[in-house]
């Protein structure tokens, strides 16, 4: 359930439709990745106490009984004070007899304002899980696409959000550094997803959206994407080079609309077969030969 207007676009993971979401800003602030036109156009901005109490009072009034999970949004519901966000969690836990737990995005700067103090307040009030979009772990590929952190930063963002016990659902964008960077980036990924040892892994894969900047440079010739066997090539170094502890479990699912073939696992328990399912889907996409029809408008674009 969504009760703000619709004039600027509202984005929220799969996994939250059936959350009460509770837009508390609008856009992104950051709003510079260049793979990314989530909120291209959208002037950035902090919903008011009230602009968020009323969200809130039309949930109630909907079903107040019925709201057991809610998602912060738009794209960096983080960039809020920990005081107004414990503030706005406790209206939740007051409003709400059944809220169980919220979540949100979480942009990388974002993650390193708050300390992981912070962070475990923020926990504990009710904030139990966050979207992560890593993206890589290397730092040349970081700064291509503007991310705004190194590999390292990138790194301490997912331990300071599992170190405050939250957790922690991180994604990765195969192909983003291109054909060229394809090996710097998987290695330094699998390093990063190593140090990190999230909750939950998802790989999706590049697609070029219209109104980005990544587009652009793709149409300029500046930018080789990866074809589709390519990105399977790609994730499979990530899993070899993933090492997590045995007593742990990290769900692994690539099934986003933009992946060539869904693969699903516990790692590091499913390993291998996970790596054996990437070995037959690489040996199937070389067979493709007009691969780019099986993108989205050509190459992925939107
Ligand atoms: S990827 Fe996330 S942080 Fe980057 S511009 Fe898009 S919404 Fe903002």
Not at 15 to 22: C, D, G, N, Q, V
Not at 78 to 90: D, F, G, N, Y
Not at 104 to 129: F, I, N, T
Not at 145 to 150: M, Q
């Amino acid at each position: 359930m969504f009760f703000d207007s619709y004039d600027t676009p509202v984005f929220r993971p799969p996994s939250e439709a059936r959350s009460f979401i509770l837009r508390v800003t609008r856009g992104c602030a950051h709003n510079k990745c260049k793979y990314c036109n989530m909120y291209e156009g959208v002037q950035f901005q902090v919903l008011t106490e009230e602009e968020v109490d009323r969200q809130i009072m039309m949930a109630a009034n909907f079903n107040k009984r019925g709201v057991r999970r809610v998602f912060l949004a738009d794209g960096d519901a983080l960039v809020l004070s920990t005081e107004r966000l414990l503030a706005i969690l406790k209206k939740l836990r007051e409003t709400f007899p059944n809220f169980e737990r919220c979540a949100s995005y979480a942009a990388p700067k974002d993650v390193l304002r708050k300390s992981v103090e912070e962070l475990r307040m923020l926990r504990e009030a009710g904030l139990e899980l966050l979207y992560y979009g890593m993206e890589s772990g290397d730092s040349e590929t970081l700064a291509a696409v503007n991310k705004g952190v190194d590999g390292e930063e990138s790194i301490e963002v997912g331990k300071r959000v599992k170190a405050a016990g939250m957790k922690l659902s991180m994604m990765i964008i195969l192909g983003l550094a291109g054909r060229e960077g394809s090996k710097r980036h998987a290695l330094a990924t699998a390093h990063a997803i190593s140090e990190i040892r999230p909750t939950m892994l998802g790989a999706i894969c590049l697609m070029l959206y219209r109104g980005s900047e990544l587009k652009e440079q793709f149409e300029r010739g500046e930018f080789d994407p990866l074809p589709p066997a390519g990105l399977m090539e790609e994730l499979r170094m990530i899993i070899e080079n993933v090492n997590l502890p045995e007593d742990e479990e990290c769900i692994f699912r690539s099934n986003h609309i933009s992946n060539y073939v869904p693969l699903a696992a516990t790692l590091p328990q499913d390993k291998e077969q996970l790596l054996d399912d990437i070995d037959y889907s690489i040996t199937e996409l070389k067979k493709l030969k007009d691969w780019d029809v099986y993108n989205h408008d050509k190459y992925g674009t939107y």
